[in-house]
């Protein structure tokens, strides 16, 4: 896997940063995150970079526009927020007694948690039962973190995103909707901040 730098591409009356990642993919992968594209190619494909992006300009466009106002909008949301300020060893701590608590009351076990780097998620669970979470949720109030915390844990019990999941979620989290609403102002906000 090799990832290239930062680059810059104008698009209409737009410039979009974007960077290239060559994997062992069958197709070309477009991603459009926070107003940056990022470009997944498979390993032995030699087209220029530039001829690949111009042939989604369209919809590279559309997404770039949708972000700009859907980033004026959380500006507003977000002026008055605060990110949290704790240390990785804080938010373990506080990771812990969630995982503790919400073990009990699901009824599963975790097998590993680790904490890493990520941009795009807040955490993830594997069929093995592993955790793994987003140095990021230092910067979430402690109700977002429990949030992610249960949200992992019921990947134990249903791995997808279907009905069964989002009632288990309902118990703890009635309002769940309202938390994911929560969960893009704070990202958006580590975005703009860190």
Not at 38 to 60: A, F, Y
Not at 63 to 87: F, G, H, I, P, V
Not at 104 to 117: A, P, Y
Request: charged share 35%.
């Amino acid at each position: 896997m090799i990832t290239e730098q930062t680059n810059k591409i104008k698009i209409r009356d737009r410039t979009v940063e974007y960077t290239v990642e060559y994997r062992k993919v069958k197709y070309i992968r477009y991603e459009l995150k926070y107003g940056k594209l990022r470009l997944v190619i498979p390993s032995r494909d030699k087209t220029d970079i530039e001829q690949i992006i111009h042939k989604k300009e369209g919809w590279i466009y559309r997404k770039l526009c949708a972000y700009d106002d859907e980033s004026k909008k959380l500006n507003e949301k977000t002026r008055n927020m605060r990110l949290e300020q704790r240390t990785m060893q804080k938010l373990r701590q506080l990771v812990n007694s969630y995982m503790e608590e919400y073990e009990k009351l699901l009824n599963v076990r975790v097998n590993r948690v680790q904490f890493r780097d990520t941009v795009y998620k807040w955490g993830s669970c594997s069929i093995n039962r592993n955790v793994t979470l987003s140095k990021n949720l230092r910067y979430l109030p402690d109700k977002l973190v429990a949030y992610i915390v249960y949200h992992e844990l019921v990947h134990i019990i249903v791995l997808a995103h279907n009905d069964r999941f989002f009632e288990i979620m309902e118990r703890e989290f009635p309002n769940y909707e309202e938390y994911d609403e929560k969960l893009k102002e704070y990202q958006f906000l580590i975005e703009r901040e860190c």
